[in-house]
């Protein structure tokens, strides 16, 4: 392609002159996810998406003062049920003023049990372009970009595209 494309999955078919039809497609066509770090609050472990290849991954950049990034806790919590050691969700606050403090509190709130924390020095905003809140990021077990969104992104598109991830669509 002469083009940069959108991450995602494209189709590709041949046909003609009696040909059967030909199909392939690609995943993380844009290439390999950028990493980037953050300080997972429970634990005060850095992290990096790349720790977690080999599992789905679902970057959700946000912030706990964000409307629509709490209105996404539930989903997520059912996601990462639902999907429980194919799925991981890394939550990284990159719009706080005390991200420590507020994070706590969101923690408690809505019962976050995965990695959650807040970017270093906007490494997380500066690798997807993005100062946007929220953005979700979707890297493949192979650590491949599969899908951004800026904006709130339902649920049953979430499990969409990770069933493609992994191939149980």
């Known amino acids: ?89 890394l939550s990284v606050d990159v719009d706080s003023d005390d991200p420590e403090a507020d994070l706590r509190a969101f923690i408690g709130t809505y019962k976050v049990d995965w990695p959650i924390g807040y970017e270093v020095s906007n490494s997380a905003s500066n690798a997807y372009g993005t100062g946007w809140i929220p953005t979700m990021v979707l890297v493949d077990q192979h650590g491949g970009l599969l899908y951004r969104s800026v904006g709130a992104i339902s649920d049953s598109k979430l499990r969409e595209l990770i069933d493609q991830a992994l191939g149980e669509s």
Not at 13 to 25: F, K, R
Not at 29 to 55: E, I, K, Y
């Open 1 to 89: 392609f002469a083009y940069d494309p959108e991450p995602g999955t494209y189709a590709i078919s041949v046909t003609g002159g009696g040909v059967p039809t030909l199909t392939v497609e690609l995943y993380g066509l844009a290439g390999g996810a950028p990493d980037f770090s953050f300080t997972d609050l429970p634990t005060g472990a850095v992290l990096h998406p790349r720790d977690f290849v080999g599992q789905v991954v679902i970057v959700d950049m946000m912030a706990s003062w964000c409307g629509p990034c709490k209105e996404a806790m539930p989903g997520l919590t059912a996601i990462r049920a639902a999907y429980e050691g194919k799925v991981e969700i």
